[in-house]
């Protein structure tokens, strides 16, 4: 039972100290207005530490262990149901094999040494070359992890090598919205889905990768509401068999089939005239190739949709004419709602750019944008690739907000709010992820130049693609330094020189921003084991212990400590870890962060906001009554504070600064490597269900790694018959780039049509990676993981 | 509708659709069955026009899982029938022990990592199909003496999501791994009564479990079986527990900041 004077006193101590514990980490962790006692088990809130859905979940601790898990009722996003991968989140943290000391590489051997030696070695690499030192960030960092090492990398060693795992899974989604609406992350939110009449799927499959928001959606037809699925693919899955319409496409053949589409609307004339004449401009590739391409006007940009015909488009992508005329019909409606959704489908592409705009151009050619229901919305895969990632700029050429490295009035906002000299932050871009990789697995002597790269809360040595490229040789290079701060064991840590125990989610403070624009807050509930330390600890003792050893770039303008930290005047010494949890430098961290987000209007509340919700939605705006309002739909006049009064829908980030969108012509493209006599099929690469990326949490699950424990080929029945394969034969799969040993599984998780091949990326043991290519997007260099051809040997 | 196709499946169209759509296990055992049966005296009688939902001709196994074919429905309706037919009646009496109720509860720890986790599933299922698992599992039945229950919860669009098989599919192998020491509070027990003779309150969260007789109706595991099945309106006298409900939170959190409409 509650035990009630412990919740009474809890409540009555949250109302009378949030205000006082606003830089008290302790205290304000005791004093969640959330945490509920029954049974001598507290419960608190907490995003989930999977996907990039953003569910909320209530967290039960006892004796300082995590011992349940539900579904969190108050949350919006999810309403108190999770997927399986929700459920079994608590047991990410209790693997037998977790990272518990500092190891440093001794020969063959690991050693373990202490935190204070591994933090000189550290040092000693930015010491050593300050140019060559990069950092590996990842969608997972909290955002206030982000931000210190954002810091760290331009404002501190002011080289700019900061990449993070994100640029491999959803930076042409940035692009594309980038050169659509001058301006990052979805209009729409999550709220769609509860309104749309059809939902169109590009190359996504929300059944097993996002369960939680197509569930949300599917639900609705056990209450009798009518939810009409389209589904386009390159293979059947379990989404496919909710679906009314599935679109069976050849690979890398999407461009063709949106454009086909708007060519029907425009040959019709059902697109929404109305809405193109108020709020569109279009948009074509220019010479040379630029993000923001050149203007074309209406004509040019209906000329160069003439060849895509029905006829000329159904040859291409395989997808019938009354299929394509099906899609140009419910496009060409204004009286129903559509939302479209993607993910890697669209992203790992190298016309990811290209396909992402073209989507969102037949949204605003059609109307179908700004009221809900309405909506061109791409998903993330990580917990926090939009609020770390995207907003605050951990890339090689951001910087918090929404600025960039290359445009001197940002980077002179930045000095000033960083109170940094001026011209201290570089105006050169860093690497990009494949470039920066390619640059540690070369020689110095042979340009080279990245020297030591540290690497957190990701696994490129499973998930770069063509690792035999890109990750390996860099490991048999004798001045290449690999620093990794990861949780468990992985195919990056066997690698590494110098391993670093780090603590993780609900074991720390943590931020995430999910998918929908939300902002979503947690305290740490347990203690990390062994010697384990949170990520932004390791950032911030590294800065320290360079600012002891004289390190300019460690020093403001004034000759302080960059991350210096203050309360009631005092400095505080938070890089003792004994004393890091003295006071909450999380909330430190975001209130400094949050001074970069006004500029495009992607205002974040007070840390305290996020303490009350569930999660806020960004714009956040304060009211008169000084209270915070989110913003669900962006650029409409209705509930966007920002939307000039009188326009409906304002597209106030415009490139062309006249509160338009782009609506892009762009042709498609032969992909870089497609199914030849020597290498018959296409080979496409991704998730299932029970799995989270490269597996490293859910494979220690043991529901999970017993519903699904290895790593599989899925292939056409059809194919293997006339291979002479059967079910359960272990077959070699072989790419230009390498070959691996699978089982053959037939009718399996998902059904490939003819002449293509599916494997799932999870499995350690069987690294799919060391096959995949490395060609990627001219715009966003993402790279693209879903084709590239194949053939199959018996073995 | 052109001459080639079949002829339209008669009457009882959402039904028979929806037991068309029916796993592949449940499908073979019902299979067995109806062979019996038809092998029997009472199965087919030679020279009477069949009537009803009875079966005119063999099917191939690729047969069974046409899911328009008049015949291979007709042959899952008397497969399912026969299985509903095997529920005890609710007026039956229940005997129960305290050793029944340790072994179900056991039983039931075996298939969930913590109370409040989504049970595995212990049988394999089609792994592509759509979710047909409320054929079997919407009411309830007793299959070869093994219990499909009822689902607890309201019948969500995609089970998968969250309930995943417990062994892996054939041909795919577990590697050893270090293996995780997650250890979980333990699962509730009886509920307190005020006085000897007062109903037991619910001793576990309501949220997502508004079917009691899931666990405890006339299909539940013994050990846990209600010894008044007949009475259906079971929070009338078993009061629910508001803080295990998170219903704490909602009178205490308002959500803030939310923007129109």
Known sequence: ?795 | MTESLPPPVPVQTARLAKIGLVCVAAATVGFFSVLRDRESAQGFSEGTEATGPEVSRALSYAGLRDRSDPDSIALHQLAFDRFLSALPASMAPVSRSPEDRDAALQQRASRRAFNGAPPVIPHVVDQQAEPNCLVCHQTGMVIDGKTAPAVSHPPFASCLQCHVVASAPSGLTASEFAGNSFSSVGFAHQGGRAWSGAPPVVPHSSWMRNECGSCHGVSGRLGIRTTHPSRQSCVQCHALSADLDQRELAAGAQVVGRGAP
């Not at chain 1, 050849?250 to 019709?268: E, F, S, W, Y």
């Not at chain 1, 709010?417 to 990009?432: C, D, K, Q, V």
């Not at chain 1, 990056?492 to 902002?519: C, Q, Y």
């Open chain 1, 1 to 795: 039972m509650l035990d009630r004077r412990a919740f009474l006193r809890n409540s009555a101590m949250a109302a009378a100290t949030l205000a006082a514990s606003r830089l008290a980490g302790e205290s304000a962790r005791s004093t969640s207005p959330h945490l509920r006692v029954i049974d001598g088990v507290k419960w608190d809130k907490a995003p989930c530490r999977f996907c990039g859905t953003g569910c909320h979940v209530q967290v039960g601790v006892k004796d300082g262990k995590v011992v349940a898990v539900a579904g969190d009722q108050q949350a919006e996003v999810n309403k108190g149901l999770l997927c399986v991968k929700g459920y079994h989140v608590a047991l990410a943290l209790y693997g037998k094999d977790r990272l518990t000391t500092p190891l440093l590489k001794d020969g063959d051997q690991y050693k373990k040494i202490s935190w204070e030696r591994a933090i000189e070695i550290i040092t000693a690499r930015v010491l050593k070359a300050p140019k060559g030192f990069a950092i590996y960030g990842s969608g997972q960092w909290t955002i206030p992890e982000g931000y210190a090492a954002q810091k760290l990398s331009k404002g501190g060693i002011a080289n700019n090598q900061i990449d993070p795992n994100a640029r491999l899974c959803m930076a042409s989604a940035v692009t594309g919205f980038l050169c659509t609406y001058g301006v990052d992350e979805p209009a729409g939110c999550y709220d769609d889905l509860d309104t749309c009449d059809v939902c169109v799927l590009w190359g996504n499959n929300p059944a097993e990768m996002h369960p939680v928001l197509f569930s949300r959606m599917m639900d609705r037809r056990s209450r009798g509401e009518r939810v009409t699925l389209i589904d386009i693919g390159t293979r059947r899955t379990r989404t496919t068999q909710f679906a009314d319409h599935y679109l069976e496409m050849t690979p890398h053949t999407d461009l063709a089939i949106a454009n086909g589409v708007m060519h029907l609307l425009l040959k019709r004339g059902t697109y929404d005239k109305d809405f193109v004449e108020r709020h569109c401009n279009f948009r074509a590739d220019s010479e040379p190739q630029e993000l923001l391409g050149k203007a074309i006007d209406f004509e040019a940009f209906r000329r160069g949709l003439d060849k895509y015909t029905p006829e000329y488009v159904s040859k291409v992508s395989g997808i019938s004419t009354t299929n394509l005329e099906l899609l140009a019909d419910l496009f060409g409606r204004r009286d129903l709602k559509i939302t479209s959704l993607w993910c890697m489908g669209m992203n790992q592409h190298t016309q990811g750019t290209a396909i992402n705009s073209l989507v969102h151009g037949l949204h605003l050619l059609s109307g179908h944008f700004g009221t809900p229901g309405n909506a061109p919305t791409s998903l993330t895969g990580q917990p926090s690739a939009c609020g770390t990632v995207r907003e605050v700029g951990t890339l090689a050429h951001a910087l918090p907000g929404g600025r960039v490295v290359t445009n001197p009035e940002h980077r002179q906002q930045v000095e000033e709010l960083w109170n940094l000299p001026t011209g201290r932050i570089n105006s050169t871009p860093g690497y990009h992820a494949v470039k920066m990789w390619e640059s540690f697995s070369t020689p110095s002597e042979q340009g080279g130049d990245i020297h030591t790269i540290w690497v957190q809360a990701t696994n490129p040595g499973q998930t770069l693609p063509n690792t035999h490229k890109l990750f390996y040789p860099s490991r048999k290079l004798q001045d290449k330094f690999l620093i990794v701060s990861d949780v468990y064991p992985t195919e990056t840590t066997r690698h590494a020189d110098l391993i670093l125990p780090s603590a993780m989610w609900v074991e720390k403070n943590g931020m995430f921003g999910n998918s929908e624009r939300r902002t979503q807050q947690w305290f740490k509930m347990v203690e990390p084991p062994g010697e384990a330390r949170d990520d932004a600890w390791q950032l911030l003792a590294v800065a320290r212990k360079l600012y002891d050893l004289g390190f300019e770039g460690a020093r403001d303008k004034d000759g302080r400590f960059i991350f210096h930290m203050e309360v009631a005047g005092k400095e505080i010494q938070y890089w003792d870890f004994k004393r890091y949890y003295d006071h909450n430098v999380d909330e430190y961290l975001f209130e400094e962060y949050r001074k970069f987000t006004r500029l495009k209007h992607k205002d974040l509340a007070p840390y305290a906001e996020y303490v009350k919700t569930r999660g806020l939605r960004w714009p956040v705006v304060q009211q008169k009554d000084g209270s915070w309002r989110e913003t669900r739909f962006r650029f409409s006049e209705f509930d966007d504070n920002y939307v000039r009064k009188g326009q409906g829908v304002d597209f106030y980030h415009s490139t062309t600064k006249d509160g338009r969108a782009q609506v892009w012509l762009r042709h498609d493209q032969p992909p870089p490597e497609a199914p030849d006599e020597q290498y018959p099929f296409w080979l496409c690469t991704g998730r299932v269900l029970e799995h989270w990326h490269s597996g490293t949490m859910t494979m220690r699950i043991p529901q999970l790694r017993s519903a699904m424990p290895q790593a599989y080929v899925e292939m056409n029945r059809v194919d293997a018959r006339r291979l002479g394969l059967v079910n359960g034969q272990k077959v070699r799969v072989e790419t230009r780039r390498g070959a691996l040993d699978l089982p053959l599984w037939l009718n399996g998780r998902g059904d490939p049509p003819q002449g293509s091949l599916f494997v799932p990326f999870f499995d350690e043991t069987l690294l799919i990676n060391k096959l995949t290519l490395d060609a990627h997007d001219p715009f966003s260099k993402q790279p693209d993981y879903k084709k590239c051809s194949a053939r199959v040997v018996v073995v």
